[in-house]
């Protein structure tokens, strides 16, 4: 199984911060690499996948980078409606495996 | 527009089979285009891929459960559905159901089912 690491596990930010969250996989997945943000007691929402691209609807705030093991989500500026928990996850080889998750809190 | 919509027991009782339902509306399960599959979040925890389930029938599972799951669909009815035998209360869990690409990645989900494994 392919494993993913993020980091942080949690973040601290303030309105209007640009935050970074980091995904490595255990070996190469191209760009085979999708984003979802969950919030409290709601089911995950995509944003990104092929690494960069994103879902329709999603705000462009939002964007993905990397390729191969290493990935980076970032959001630009960040506001109230973005303190969620992310995760990213491998569609390069079964089975599908995710991330453990980073939550971003309200500093 | 999409909508996934899981049904089933919410408590189901130690080494018995959990059974869960996905109805989808806006789209044919028929078609070639995606996988149907089921992942699930233990509360508190991350997410868990249990398997998925192509229009002609192939199923894919995780290996971690392979024993247990079964995957199929009922196209008269639009459905897809998940069996997990022999649960313990490690399978306490929230159950979504999924849309994926095929070759691609996930882009949709159901609003997710809590079951909880206890007698």
């Known amino acids: 199984d392919i494993q993913m690491t993020q980091s942080p596990s949690s973040l601290s930010a303030s309105v209007g911060d640009r935050v970074t969250i980091t995904c490595r996989a255990s070996?190469?997945?191209?760009?085979?690499l999708a984003w979802f943000q969950q919030k409290p007691g709601k089911a995950p929402k995509s944003l990104i996948y092929s690494a960069s691209s994103l879902q329709s609807g999603v705000p462009s705030k939002f964007s993905g980078s990397g390729s191969g093991t290493d990935f980076t989500l970032t959001i630009s500026s960040l506001q109230p409606e973005d303190f969620a928990t992310y995760y990213c996850q491998q569609y390069y080889s079964l089975p599908l495996t995710f991330g453990g998750g980073t939550k971003v809190e309200i500093k | 527009q999409l909508q996934l919509q899981e049904s089933g027991p919410g408590l189901v009782k130690p080494s018995e089979t959990l059974s869960l339902t996905c109805t989808v509306s806006?789209?044919?399960?028929?078609?070639?285009?995606?996988?149907w599959g089921w992942i699930r979040q233990p509360p508190g925890k991350g997410l868990e891929w249990i398997g998925s389930?192509?229009?002609?029938?192939?199923?894919y599972y995780n290996p971690s459960l392979k024993s247990r799951v079964t995957i199929y669909v009922d196209t008269s009815q639009n459905q897809f559905s998940l069996k997990l035998s022999s649960v313990t209360a490690a399978d306490t869990a929230v159950y979504y159901c999924?849309?994926?690409?095929?070759?691609?990645?996930?882009?949709?989900w159901g609003q997710g089912a809590l079951v909880t494994v206890s007698s």
């Open positions: 389930i192509y229009n002609t029938g192939t199923t």
């Open positions: 070996q190469g997945i191209s760009n085979y």
């Open positions: 999924a849309r994926r690409v095929y070759g691609g990645p996930i882009d949709s």
């Open positions: 806006g789209a044919s399960i028929s078609s070639s285009s995606y996988y």
